[in-house]
Protein backbone atom coordinates (compact mmCIF):
# COMPACT_ATOMS: atom_id res chain seq x y z
CA UNK A 1 0.00 0.00 0.00
CA UNK A 2 1.07 3.23 -1.26
CA UNK A 3 0.38 5.66 1.81
CA UNK A 4 2.03 2.87 4.36
CA UNK A 5 4.54 2.07 1.87
CA UNK A 6 8.39 1.49 3.09
CA UNK A 7 10.14 4.55 3.00
CA UNK A 8 12.18 3.74 0.05
CA UNK A 9 15.92 3.93 1.03
CA UNK A 10 17.77 4.87 4.45
CA UNK A 11 17.23 8.19 5.29
CA UNK A 12 20.39 10.38 5.96
CA UNK A 13 19.06 10.81 9.51
CA UNK A 14 16.08 8.67 10.81
CA UNK A 15 13.06 10.77 11.12
CA UNK A 16 11.51 11.87 14.97
CA UNK A 17 8.72 9.54 16.49
CA UNK A 18 5.37 11.28 16.79
CA UNK A 19 6.06 14.20 13.91
CA UNK A 20 3.03 15.56 12.43
CA UNK A 21 2.30 16.50 8.82
CA UNK A 22 -0.36 18.87 7.47
CA UNK A 23 -1.58 17.67 4.12
CA UNK A 24 -2.96 20.01 1.31
CA UNK A 25 -5.39 19.04 -1.25
CA UNK A 26 -5.84 21.21 -4.51
CA UNK A 27 -8.90 22.47 -5.82
CA UNK A 28 -8.40 26.28 -6.94
CA UNK A 29 -10.27 29.13 -5.27
CA UNK A 30 -11.20 26.09 -2.80
CA UNK A 31 -8.27 26.26 -0.67
CA UNK A 32 -9.34 29.27 0.89
CA UNK A 33 -11.19 26.46 2.86
CA UNK A 34 -8.19 25.23 3.77
CA UNK A 35 -7.09 28.57 5.64
CA UNK A 36 -9.99 28.37 7.37
CA UNK A 37 -9.51 25.22 9.19
CA UNK A 38 -5.52 26.07 9.57
CA UNK A 39 -7.35 29.17 11.12
CA UNK A 40 -9.11 27.48 13.59
CA UNK A 41 -6.79 25.11 14.72
CA UNK A 42 -4.04 28.24 15.23
CA UNK A 43 -7.04 29.10 17.51
CA UNK A 44 -7.97 25.99 19.19
CA UNK A 45 -4.17 24.79 19.64
CA UNK A 46 -2.06 27.45 19.79
CA UNK A 47 0.75 25.70 20.87
CA UNK A 48 0.87 23.23 18.06
CA UNK A 49 3.50 22.92 14.82
CA UNK A 50 3.78 20.48 12.50
CA UNK A 51 7.12 19.31 11.15
CA UNK A 52 6.11 18.57 7.61
CA UNK A 53 4.01 20.42 5.06
CA UNK A 54 3.08 18.93 2.01
CA UNK A 55 0.90 20.59 -0.61
CA UNK A 56 0.02 19.87 -3.90
CA UNK A 57 -1.61 22.84 -6.88
CA UNK A 58 -3.28 25.46 -4.97
CA UNK A 59 -2.70 23.42 -1.43
CA UNK A 60 0.57 24.14 -2.39
CA UNK A 61 0.16 27.66 -1.71
CA UNK A 62 -0.73 26.97 0.99
CA UNK A 63 2.17 24.83 2.19
CA UNK A 64 4.40 27.14 1.21
CA UNK A 65 2.69 29.77 3.04
CA UNK A 66 3.04 28.64 6.31
CA UNK A 67 6.60 27.57 5.80
CA UNK A 68 7.54 31.02 4.15
CA UNK A 69 7.54 32.88 7.30
CA UNK A 70 9.19 32.59 10.95
CA UNK A 71 7.14 33.62 14.22
CA UNK A 72 3.95 31.57 15.84
CA UNK A 73 1.35 29.14 14.39
CA UNK A 74 -1.12 32.36 14.92
CA UNK A 75 0.91 34.97 12.81
CA UNK A 76 1.77 32.24 10.02
CA UNK A 77 -1.80 31.94 9.06
CA UNK A 78 -2.95 35.27 9.97
CA UNK A 79 -0.77 36.28 6.65
CA UNK A 80 -2.77 33.57 4.86
CA UNK A 81 -5.72 34.71 5.73
CA UNK A 82 -4.73 38.38 4.79
CA UNK A 83 -3.86 37.10 0.84
CA UNK A 84 -6.87 34.98 0.51
CA UNK A 85 -9.27 37.61 1.61
CA UNK A 86 -7.79 40.21 -0.64
CA UNK A 87 -7.67 37.78 -3.67
CA UNK A 88 -9.81 38.94 -6.87
CA UNK A 89 -9.77 37.27 -10.36
CA UNK A 90 -7.59 40.17 -11.36
CA UNK A 91 -5.05 39.26 -9.48
CA UNK A 92 -4.72 35.28 -10.18
CA UNK A 93 -5.11 36.25 -13.73
CA UNK A 94 -6.30 38.95 -16.11
CA UNK A 95 -9.88 38.88 -16.73
CA UNK A 96 -10.33 41.63 -19.35
CA UNK A 97 -12.44 41.33 -22.19
CA UNK A 98 -9.70 42.30 -24.97
CA UNK A 99 -7.33 39.52 -23.01
CA UNK A 100 -9.73 36.46 -22.75
CA UNK A 101 -11.03 37.23 -26.30
CA UNK A 102 -7.77 37.73 -27.83
CA UNK A 103 -6.69 34.07 -26.46
CA UNK A 104 -10.26 32.71 -27.35
CA UNK A 105 -9.79 33.54 -31.04
CA UNK A 106 -5.68 32.19 -31.06
CA UNK A 107 -6.89 28.93 -29.70
CA UNK A 108 -9.96 28.47 -31.59
CA UNK A 109 -8.31 29.78 -34.80
CA UNK A 110 -5.38 26.56 -33.96
CA UNK A 111 -8.20 24.43 -33.42
CA UNK A 112 -9.94 25.41 -37.02
CA UNK A 113 -6.57 25.48 -38.70
CA UNK A 114 -4.85 22.30 -37.69
CA UNK A 115 -2.67 23.40 -35.30
CA UNK A 116 -1.32 26.75 -37.40
CA UNK A 117 0.52 29.16 -35.56
CA UNK A 118 -0.66 32.93 -36.14
CA UNK A 119 2.75 34.75 -36.97
CA UNK A 120 4.32 36.79 -33.83
CA UNK A 121 1.67 35.34 -31.55
CA UNK A 122 2.45 32.55 -28.93
CA UNK A 123 0.62 32.27 -26.18
CA UNK A 124 0.50 29.78 -23.71
CA UNK A 125 -2.94 29.01 -21.66
CA UNK A 126 -6.05 29.80 -21.74
CA UNK A 127 -5.12 32.81 -19.14
CA UNK A 128 -2.30 35.03 -18.60
CA UNK A 129 -1.78 34.32 -15.05
CA UNK A 130 1.50 37.16 -14.47
CA UNK A 131 -0.34 38.78 -11.61
CA UNK A 132 -0.45 35.54 -9.14
CA UNK A 133 3.52 35.16 -9.77
CA UNK A 134 3.93 38.97 -8.55
CA UNK A 135 1.09 38.39 -5.86
CA UNK A 136 2.98 35.37 -4.22
CA UNK A 137 6.67 36.95 -4.38
CA UNK A 138 5.30 39.36 -2.35
CA UNK A 139 3.51 37.25 0.11
CA UNK A 140 6.28 35.00 0.23
CA UNK A 141 8.82 37.54 1.22
CA UNK A 142 11.06 35.93 -1.81
CA UNK A 143 14.72 36.83 -2.12
CA UNK A 144 15.69 36.42 -6.18
CA UNK A 145 14.37 32.51 -6.81
CA UNK A 146 14.27 31.47 -2.76
CA UNK A 147 12.45 31.77 0.15
CA UNK A 148 14.27 32.64 2.98
CA UNK A 149 11.54 32.11 5.18
CA UNK A 150 11.97 28.13 4.74
CA UNK A 151 15.33 27.66 5.50
CA UNK A 152 14.85 29.79 8.82
CA UNK A 153 12.32 27.68 9.83
CA UNK A 154 14.05 24.36 8.85
CA UNK A 155 17.43 25.84 10.81
CA UNK A 156 15.49 26.43 13.53
CA UNK A 157 14.03 23.40 14.23
CA UNK A 158 10.20 24.60 13.82
CA UNK A 159 9.96 22.72 10.65
CA UNK A 160 11.60 19.07 9.15
CA UNK A 161 10.69 19.08 5.64
CA UNK A 162 8.32 21.27 2.97
CA UNK A 163 7.19 19.43 -0.07
CA UNK A 164 5.46 20.49 -3.40
CA UNK A 165 4.36 18.33 -6.02
CA UNK A 166 4.29 19.30 -9.89
CA UNK A 167 3.42 16.87 -13.23
CA UNK A 168 6.15 16.76 -15.86
CA UNK A 169 4.46 17.24 -18.79
CA UNK A 170 7.36 15.32 -20.72
CA UNK A 171 7.59 12.73 -18.51
CA UNK A 172 4.46 12.09 -17.83
CA UNK A 173 6.53 11.76 -14.44
CA UNK A 174 4.98 13.26 -11.06
CA UNK A 175 7.64 14.87 -9.19
CA UNK A 176 7.33 16.13 -5.37
CA UNK A 177 9.93 18.85 -4.83
CA UNK A 178 11.85 18.52 -0.97
CA UNK A 179 13.49 20.85 1.00
CA UNK A 180 14.25 19.30 4.62
CA UNK A 181 16.58 18.05 7.21
CA UNK A 182 18.02 14.60 7.05
CA UNK A 183 15.41 13.65 4.02
CA UNK A 184 16.07 11.01 1.58
CA UNK A 185 14.82 10.83 -2.08
CA UNK A 186 12.07 8.31 -3.16
CA UNK A 187 11.03 6.48 -6.38
CA UNK A 188 7.76 4.99 -7.12
CA UNK A 189 5.96 3.76 -10.04
CA UNK A 190 5.33 7.79 -11.90
CA UNK A 191 6.62 9.28 -9.03
CA UNK A 192 9.88 10.76 -8.06
CA UNK A 193 11.45 13.21 -5.26
CA UNK A 194 13.90 16.35 -5.89
CA UNK A 195 15.95 17.63 -3.52
CA UNK A 196 16.08 21.16 -4.43
CA UNK A 197 15.24 24.75 -3.09
CA UNK A 198 11.56 25.43 -3.11
CA UNK A 199 10.68 28.73 -5.07
CA UNK A 200 7.78 30.22 -6.81
CA UNK A 201 8.73 28.60 -9.32
CA UNK A 202 7.59 25.15 -8.10
CA UNK A 203 4.68 26.84 -6.67
CA UNK A 204 3.61 28.22 -9.95
CA UNK A 205 3.99 24.94 -11.60
CA UNK A 206 1.93 23.01 -8.65
CA UNK A 207 -1.05 25.02 -9.59
CA UNK A 208 -0.96 24.79 -12.69
CA UNK A 209 -4.04 24.11 -13.80
CA UNK A 210 -4.17 21.73 -17.51
CA UNK A 211 -5.04 24.11 -20.85
CA UNK A 212 -6.34 26.92 -18.15
CA UNK A 213 -3.11 28.09 -16.82
CA UNK A 214 0.21 27.85 -18.53
CA UNK A 215 2.40 25.53 -17.72
CA UNK A 216 5.91 26.58 -16.00
CA UNK A 217 9.91 25.35 -16.89
CA UNK A 218 11.26 24.55 -13.72
CA UNK A 219 15.09 23.60 -14.36
CA UNK A 220 14.20 22.82 -18.01
CA UNK A 221 11.35 20.50 -17.93
CA UNK A 222 7.93 21.55 -18.04
CA UNK A 223 5.15 21.01 -15.05
CA UNK A 224 1.40 21.69 -14.35
CA UNK A 225 -0.41 20.76 -11.84
CA UNK A 226 0.58 18.07 -9.74
CA UNK A 227 -2.73 16.39 -8.84
CA UNK A 228 -2.88 15.50 -12.34
CA UNK A 229 -1.27 12.13 -11.65
CA UNK A 230 -0.76 12.08 -7.71
CA UNK A 231 -2.40 8.16 -7.05
CA UNK A 232 -1.06 8.81 -3.34
CA UNK A 233 -1.27 12.20 -2.60
CA UNK A 234 -0.45 10.96 1.47
CA UNK A 235 2.94 9.10 -0.15
CA UNK A 236 4.95 12.53 0.72
CA UNK A 237 4.11 12.97 3.61
CA UNK A 238 4.89 9.49 4.78
CA UNK A 239 8.39 9.15 3.30
CA UNK A 240 9.21 12.31 4.63
CA UNK A 241 8.87 10.37 8.53
CA UNK A 242 4.98 11.26 9.25
CA UNK A 243 3.38 9.43 11.51
CA UNK A 244 -0.01 11.57 12.10
CA UNK A 245 -1.21 13.39 9.23
CA UNK A 246 -4.28 15.84 9.07
CA UNK A 247 -5.37 15.96 5.49
CA UNK A 248 -7.52 19.21 4.72
CA UNK A 249 -9.96 18.18 1.43
CA UNK A 250 -11.58 20.58 -0.80
CA UNK A 251 -14.01 17.67 -1.75
CA UNK A 252 -17.75 17.99 -0.61
CA UNK A 253 -19.08 14.03 -0.33
CA UNK A 254 -22.63 14.54 -0.41
CA UNK A 255 -25.13 12.10 0.97
CA UNK A 256 -26.71 8.78 -1.11
CA UNK A 257 -30.00 10.92 -1.30
CA UNK A 258 -28.13 14.33 -2.26
CA UNK A 259 -26.77 12.17 -5.02
CA UNK A 260 -30.03 10.85 -6.24
CA UNK A 261 -31.43 14.09 -6.38
CA UNK A 262 -28.82 16.34 -8.40
CA UNK A 263 -29.64 16.72 -11.56
CA UNK A 264 -29.40 19.56 -14.50
CA UNK A 265 -31.82 22.09 -15.26
CA UNK A 266 -30.83 21.54 -18.82
CA UNK A 267 -32.00 17.77 -20.03
CA UNK A 268 -27.97 17.42 -21.75
CA UNK A 269 -25.09 18.05 -19.27
CA UNK A 270 -23.39 21.22 -20.27
CA UNK A 271 -19.49 21.40 -20.17
CA UNK A 272 -18.87 23.22 -17.20
CA UNK A 273 -21.06 20.54 -15.91
CA UNK A 274 -18.64 17.63 -17.30
CA UNK A 275 -15.34 19.64 -16.79
CA UNK A 276 -16.37 19.95 -12.80
CA UNK A 277 -16.47 16.57 -12.60
CA UNK A 278 -13.22 15.55 -14.59
CA UNK A 279 -11.54 18.33 -11.96
CA UNK A 280 -12.97 16.15 -9.12
CA UNK A 281 -12.40 12.85 -11.15
CA UNK A 282 -8.60 13.56 -11.61
CA UNK A 283 -7.20 16.21 -8.77
CA UNK A 284 -9.84 15.93 -5.30
CA UNK A 285 -11.08 12.09 -5.80
CA UNK A 286 -7.42 10.31 -4.99
CA UNK A 287 -7.08 11.31 -1.56
CA UNK A 288 -10.29 9.66 -0.59
CA UNK A 289 -9.00 6.58 -2.10
CA UNK A 290 -5.77 6.92 -0.47
CA UNK A 291 -7.02 7.51 3.23
CA UNK A 292 -9.38 4.25 2.45
CA UNK A 293 -5.74 2.24 1.85
CA UNK A 294 -3.77 3.97 4.95
CA UNK A 295 -7.30 2.58 7.03
CA UNK A 296 -7.35 -0.99 5.70
CA UNK A 297 -3.14 -0.54 6.25
CA UNK A 298 -3.22 0.39 9.43
CA UNK A 299 -6.02 -2.99 10.03
CA UNK A 300 -3.80 -5.05 8.91
CA UNK A 301 -0.65 -3.96 10.84
CA UNK A 302 -2.47 -4.06 13.82
CA UNK A 303 -3.08 -8.25 13.15
CA UNK A 304 0.83 -8.69 12.46
CA UNK A 305 2.93 -9.27 15.37
CA UNK A 306 5.11 -6.67 17.06
CA UNK A 307 8.18 -5.93 14.59
CA UNK A 308 7.13 -8.57 11.66
CA UNK A 309 8.05 -5.58 8.82
CA UNK A 310 9.63 -3.12 10.62
CA UNK A 311 9.71 -1.41 6.88
CA UNK A 312 5.96 -0.76 7.64
CA UNK A 313 4.61 1.56 10.71
CA UNK A 314 0.47 2.47 11.54
CA UNK A 315 0.00 5.69 10.64
CA UNK A 316 -2.85 8.14 12.39
CA UNK A 317 -4.71 9.69 9.54
CA UNK A 318 -7.35 13.06 10.45
CA UNK A 319 -9.40 14.16 6.77
CA UNK A 320 -11.04 17.31 7.51
CA UNK A 321 -13.61 18.45 4.34
CA UNK A 322 -16.23 20.90 4.05
CA UNK A 323 -19.61 19.94 5.40
CA UNK A 324 -21.22 21.86 2.25
CA UNK A 325 -21.01 21.49 -1.44
CA UNK A 326 -18.78 24.35 -2.95
CA UNK A 327 -20.30 24.18 -6.08
CA UNK A 328 -23.46 24.62 -4.75
CA UNK A 329 -21.81 27.60 -2.87
CA UNK A 330 -20.37 29.04 -5.82
CA UNK A 331 -23.80 29.24 -7.38
CA UNK A 332 -24.88 32.14 -4.55
CA UNK A 333 -22.20 34.61 -5.62
CA UNK A 334 -21.92 33.72 -9.38
CA UNK A 335 -23.51 36.68 -10.45
CA UNK A 336 -20.99 38.80 -8.98
CA UNK A 337 -17.90 37.59 -11.11
CA UNK A 338 -16.46 40.31 -13.13
CA UNK A 339 -18.56 40.65 -16.76
CA UNK A 340 -15.81 39.66 -18.95
CA UNK A 341 -15.30 36.28 -16.95
CA UNK A 342 -18.69 35.66 -16.08
CA UNK A 343 -19.55 36.14 -20.13
CA UNK A 344 -17.06 33.37 -21.11
CA UNK A 345 -17.74 30.87 -18.22
CA UNK A 346 -21.99 30.76 -19.11
CA UNK A 347 -20.90 29.90 -22.56
CA UNK A 348 -19.71 26.84 -20.44
CA UNK A 349 -22.47 26.03 -19.10
CA UNK A 350 -22.16 27.66 -15.59
CA UNK A 351 -26.08 28.80 -15.31
CA UNK A 352 -27.00 25.43 -16.32
CA UNK A 353 -26.00 23.10 -13.42
CA UNK A 354 -26.85 23.34 -9.72
CA UNK A 355 -23.36 22.28 -8.40
CA UNK A 356 -20.78 24.34 -9.75
CA UNK A 357 -17.52 22.85 -9.52
CA UNK A 358 -15.70 24.01 -12.22
CA UNK A 359 -16.63 27.87 -11.15
CA UNK A 360 -15.76 26.30 -7.53
CA UNK A 361 -12.29 26.27 -8.31
CA UNK A 362 -12.06 29.47 -10.60
CA UNK A 363 -13.90 31.87 -7.86
CA UNK A 364 -11.26 33.73 -6.77
CA UNK A 365 -13.42 36.96 -5.11
CA UNK A 366 -13.56 38.11 -1.91
CA UNK A 367 -17.03 37.44 -0.81
CA UNK A 368 -16.84 33.58 -1.94
CA UNK A 369 -13.07 33.50 -0.78
CA UNK A 370 -14.69 35.04 2.93
CA UNK A 371 -17.43 32.23 3.07
CA UNK A 372 -14.79 29.55 2.73
CA UNK A 373 -12.98 30.46 5.30
CA UNK A 374 -15.03 30.78 7.35
CA UNK A 375 -17.00 27.17 6.56
CA UNK A 376 -13.52 25.79 7.09
CA UNK A 377 -13.63 27.61 10.85
CA UNK A 378 -16.85 26.29 11.53
CA UNK A 379 -16.10 22.17 10.15
CA UNK A 380 -12.74 22.76 12.21
CA UNK A 381 -14.33 23.68 15.39
CA UNK A 382 -16.75 20.97 15.36
CA UNK A 383 -14.17 18.42 15.61
CA UNK A 384 -11.99 19.86 18.16
CA UNK A 385 -12.33 16.87 20.74
CA UNK A 386 -11.18 14.53 17.68
CA UNK A 387 -8.22 16.97 16.71
CA UNK A 388 -7.18 17.22 19.97
CA UNK A 389 -5.93 13.86 20.29
CA UNK A 390 -4.56 13.89 16.76
CA UNK A 391 -2.69 16.58 17.73
CA UNK A 392 -1.96 15.61 20.94
CA UNK A 393 -2.38 19.14 22.33
CA UNK A 394 -4.44 20.03 25.00
CA UNK A 395 -7.62 22.93 23.73
CA UNK A 396 -7.06 26.33 24.59
CA UNK A 397 -9.98 27.44 26.38
Known amino acids: MDASAPVDSQPVESPPENQLAIVMSGGGARAAYQVGCLAQLAESFPKFEAQILTG????????????????????????????????????????????LFRRAIFWGARLIGGGRKIPGV???????????????????????????????????????????????????QTTTWVQGRGVSDWKRGHRVSEQSKIGVNEV???????????????????????GIRLTAPLAPAIHLGAS??????????????????????????????????????????????????????????????????????????????????????????????????????????????RSNDMLSMLMFQ?????ALIQLGRRDTALREEELSRLLDSPLAK
Open 204 to 226: MASAALPLLFPAVKVRGRWYGDG
Open 122 to 172: ELQGMVDTTPLWAHLREVFDTRGEEIPGVEANLASGKLRALAVTGSSYSSG
Open 56 to 99: VSAGAINAVGMAAHTGEMSERVDRLCHFWSELTIESVFRSTYTD
Open 366 to 370: KDYVE
Open 244 to 353: RILAVSTRYQPTDEEARDRCFIDNYPPPAQVMGSLLNAVFLDQLDGDALRLERTNKLLAMLPEGADPTLRPIELCVLRPSLDLGVLANEFEARLPRPFRFMTRGLGTKET
